[in-house]
């Protein structure tokens, strides 16, 4: 029996997490979650799945709650509670499914307490990649990732030598206006750009995705997850979803990750390493369905925030932290209609130009420039 902490139980990638948890309750147990305002859900989770802890946004949430619940557990809020979450004494793995760098100081204190890191959460390596895996190193915490790109290069490289990896390829769907040209998506609306063909996310993942900031955050991220080299990571495009990611190694030869577009699995994965369970819900991969893939190269001037990711990751510090604070105001903006769709992009290039950036940031400095990104972007909605 694995005893899991999941931070962000009522998004999308945490209700997943509950329904993993949920098909295999010999496997495992909540012992501790967190949301934010979605307190009917969370309420509901709490009493089916009896957590010890729990954590809310704010402490009126947490007051209304207490009269909800059926089962005895502690109630915490805001940074404090989701600390507390993370440092759970009764967990053995802790699934980051929070949204945004508030993930980033939760993970931190679960890696100094020698929490399994099941991470979702892609800005907690964007923003720190550098502080969080010497961490994980330092304090011999494996950091599996849940993003199926990158659980599919993990799965890739089980058994390999890195050192023998050429390249890895990760693989993009091409979101909401894959088929769009940039005089297209002068007039997209929200409702439009949610409206993903693949997967089913969340609303800002999926903005990301149109814009396919979601991809070049995952670049950065799997520059630290695997300790490798920008030149050595590709992205192409592939509009199936059928293939995560690949890997190439030095001999020619590609191991593929293939599978249904099901987040269950890679989180499923991440949960049950080194060993496999059958998942019992969703449909499995027919290639005879299928019928073709497809693949196209990446065009870095028809998504531009593909090649701020790679640029500002190749130059580090806290350039990074500027490209996903900027990031978020600005789909944040678009989300509530303050902004168009390509003023996305825009912003964000303003945000990382005006930026000087520091090289080798600590803890402190990095949350000064993540506040600094998130204000500058916020001056230019006046």
């Given at each position: 029996?694995?005893?899991?902490s999941?931070?962000?139980?009522?998004?999308?990638?945490?209700?997943?997490?509950?329904?993993v948890?949920?098909?295999?309750?010999?496997?495992?147990?909540l012992t501790?979650?967190?949301?934010?305002t979605n307190?009917?859900l969370?309420?509901?989770?709490?009493?089916?799945f009896?957590?010890?802890?729990?954590?809310?946004?704010?402490?009126?949430?947490?007051?209304?709650?207490?009269g909800t619940?059926?089962?005895?557990?502690?109630?915490?809020?805001?940074?404090?509670?989701?600390m507390?979450?993370?440092v759970?004494?009764?967990?053995?793995?802790?699934?980051n499914?929070v949204?945004g760098?508030?993930g980033?100081?939760?993970?931190?204190?679960?890696?100094e307490?020698?929490?399994?890191?099941?991470l979702?959460?892609?800005?907690?390596?964007?923003?720190?990649?550098h502080?969080?895996?010497?961490?994980?190193?330092?304090?011999?915490?494996?950091?599996?990732?849940?993003?199926?790109?990158h659980?599919?290069?993990y799965q890739?490289?089980?058994?390999?030598?890195?050192?023998e990896?050429?390249?890895?390829?990760?693989?993009?769907?091409?979101?909401?206006?894959?088929?769009?040209?940039r005089?297209?998506?002068?007039?997209?609306?929200?409702?439009?750009?949610?409206?993903?063909p693949n997967?089913?996310m969340?609303?800002k993942?999926?903005i990301?995705?149109?814009t396919?900031m979601?991809k070049g955050?995952?670049?950065?991220?799997?520059?630290?997850?695997?300790?490798?080299?920008?030149?050595?990571?590709d992205?192409?495009?592939?509009?199936e979803?059928?293939?995560?990611?690949?890997?190439?190694?030095?001999?020619?030869?590609?191991i593929?990750?293939?599978?249904?577009?099901?987040?269950?699995?890679?989180?499923?994965?991440?949960?049950?390493?080194p060993d496999?369970?059958?998942?019992?819900?969703?449909?499995?991969?027919?290639?005879?369905?299928?019928?073709?893939?497809h693949?196209?190269?990446?065009?870095?001037?028809?998504?531009p925030?593909?090649?701020?990711?790679?640029?500002?990751?190749r130059?580090?510090?806290?350039?990074?932290?500027?490209?996903?604070?900027?990031?978020?105001?600005?789909?944040?903006?678009?989300?509530?209609?303050?902004?168009?769709?390509?003023?996305?992009?825009v912003?964000?290039?303003?945000?990382?130009?005006?930026h000087?950036?520091?090289?080798e940031?600590?803890?402190?400095?990095i949350?000064?420039?993540?506040?600094?990104?998130?204000?500058y972007?916020q001056?230019?909605?006046?």
């Open positions: 029996m694995k005893n899991i999941v931070l962000g139980a009522t998004g999308s990638i945490g209700t997943q997490t509950l329904e948890i949920r098909a295999h309750p010999d496997q495992f147990c501790s979650l967190s949301f934010g307190a009917t969370g309420v509901k989770f709490i009493n089916e009896r957590p010890k802890r729990v954590s809310v946004a704010t402490r009126e949430i947490a007051e209304e709650i207490k619940i059926d089962t005895a557990c502690q109630v915490y809020y805001g940074e404090e509670g989701l507390e979450v993370a759970d004494p009764d967990s053995q793995i802790l699934v499914a949204m760098s508030i980033l100081n939760p993970t931190m204190a679960a890696i307490e020698k929490k399994t890191i099941a979702a959460n892609k800005e907690t390596l964007v923003t720190a990649g502080i969080i895996m010497e961490n994980a190193r330092k304090h011999g915490v494996e950091i599996i990732p849940v993003d199926s790109e659980s599919a290069i890739c490289l089980n058994g390999e030598n890195i050192k990896m050429s390249k890895m390829i990760v693989t993009a769907s091409g979101g909401s206006f894959r088929d769009y040209s005089k297209d998506l002068e007039g997209v609306t929200v409702e439009q750009a949610l409206n993903h997967w089913s969340g609303s993942i999926t990301d995705s149109a396919m979601n955050l995952e670049v950065i991220e799997a520059h630290w997850l695997f300790n490798t080299p920008y030149d050595k990571i992205v192409l495009l592939h509009r979803s059928v293939i995560h990611s690949m890997v190439e190694f030095i001999d020619g030869s590609v593929a990750h293939l599978g249904t577009p099901d987040m269950k699995v890679p989180i499923q994965y991440a949960l049950t390493l496999r369970l059958e998942v019992l819900k969703g449909k499995r991969l027919n290639l005879v369905e299928v019928g073709q893939l693949f196209e190269e990446m065009d870095l001037q028809r998504f925030c593909l090649r701020f990711a790679f640029d500002a990751g130059i580090g510090g806290t350039l990074p932290t500027v490209l996903n604070a900027a990031n978020e105001a600005a789909v944040g903006a678009f989300l509530k209609g303050q902004i168009r769709f390509l003023d996305i992009e912003f964000i290039e303003k945000a990382l130009e005006q000087e950036s520091i090289k940031p600590t803890l402190d400095e949350r000064q420039v993540d506040h600094m990104s998130r204000e972007v001056s230019l909605l006046v």
